[in-house]
């Protein structure tokens, strides 16, 4: 039998009845092992090694006080 490996990503506010009887029905008769983490939202920003290098210098930059840019808070509404 080949095993089968899904992944869900949701939020807990999405955990509910219909989802666990989904499970059953995906699952019927089966042992399942489910793992529960928390995800970091931005993790994915840092998978390209170009996306990295620009956040991590971008980081560098605001925490040196360099190449910082200023907007009223009217721009922003």
Do not use: C, W
């Amino acid at each position: 039998m080949d095993t089968v490996y899904t992944t869900y990503r949701l939020t807990t506010s999405d955990l509910n009845n219909q989802f666990i009887e989904s499970l059953k029905t995906l699952f019927r008769d089966q042992e399942v092992e489910i793992t529960v983490s928390p995800i970091d939202p931005t993790a994915y920003l840092l998978q390209s090694e170009a996306n990295r290098r620009r956040l991590l210098a971008a980081i560098e930059n605001i925490n040196a006080g360099r190449n910082l840019v200023e907007a009223p808070m009217t721009v922003l509404h």
